[in-house]
């Protein structure tokens, strides 16, 4: 059935992400950890490594803000899409946040109304797109990177204000996204394009980056922000930039941010 099997998906996925974190993102933690020459930023990128055992230990969740779920499904050529892909992820988002447990984090935006189960009224997000294989995946987004997150449109000839606002979005947001942060950069598509580009930028492992992304990745780690902005050397732990054609007077530009507790995993879905 196939709404048991995204039920069944869903949960394990965020089951993942919520108790431990890829091991690229960990890698680029000790990493972080050996370069840093503060003892402050030192001490905080030990504690965040702690955590991190501790989680998988304990089999609790690395945060106590377990986010906004937001879930990627990739569908191969011929698969039958149906609601029961919605029905069957909103359920195993129902039984996660009772299962790890998740923080009910899902409010009406006016009322403030919690809707204690992560769901309900435009809950979970859901992006579905073309792939080899059926698969799921989560990318959990708390809610101090999302708050300082920004897009922007520039005129087409201010290209070279891209860099100055990736570093001015940065610098305005400081400690508050938690950092060392990974930085989503989406830019170009359409005014809406340009944010769905750099929150799927966080879907990227890191490693390897391009000239710009470098370019923008040792700016970021001059400003001194440091581990939880009590400042230090590293701010950053990775820069990933989407483009996307635009329209011939445009150039929207967005900056997502992921905090250091990086959280993805991709579940493969058993369908006939």
């Known amino acids: ?20 974190l890829p091991e690229d993102v960990v890698a680029a933690l000790e990493n972080a950890s050996r370069r840093e020459e503060d003892p402050v930023a030192r001490a905080e990128l030990a504690t965040m490594l702690e955590n991190l055992s501790e989680a998988k230990c304990l089999k609790v969740p690395i945060c106590q803000d377990t986010g906004t779920p937001v879930f990627y499904v990739t569908l191969p050529n011929g698969f039958v899409f149906t609601d029961e892909i919605y029905a069957g992820i909103a359920e195993g988002v129902r039984r996660a946040t009772k299962s790890i447990p998740l923080r009910p984090n899902s409010v009406d935006p006016c009322t403030r109304e919690n809707y204690g189960d992560n769901l309900d009224n435009g809950r979970p997000v859901v992006h579905i797109r073309p792939g080899p294989r059926c698969e799921l995946t989560v990318l959990p987004k ?71 992304e470098t370019e923008l990745f040792d700016a970021i780690n001059a400003l001194g922000i440091g581990p939880m902005g009590l400042g230090g050397n590293v701010t950053c732990l990775g820069v990933k930039v989407n483009r996307a054609a635009c329209h011939t007077s445009s150039l929207p530009v967005a900056v997502n941010f992921q905090c250091w507790v990086c959280r993805r995993a991709t579940v493969l879905v058993e369908v006939d």
């Open 1 to 20: 059935m196939i709404r048991e099997r995204f039920a069944t998906a869903a949960e394990q996925a965020l089951l993942e992400a919520s108790l431990s």
């Open 142 to 212: 708390g809610g101090g990177g999302e708050n300082v997150s920004k897009v922007t449109s520039f005129l087409p000839s201010e290209v070279h204000r891209i860099k100055e606002f990736v570093l001015e979005t940065m610098c305005e947001a400081g400690g508050r996204p938690c950092p060392p942060v990974i930085l989503g950069v989406g830019i170009g598509g359409t005014f809406d394009q340009a944010p769905a580009l750099a929150k799927e930028a966080l879907l990227e492992p890191l490693g390897p980056m391009d000239p710009f």
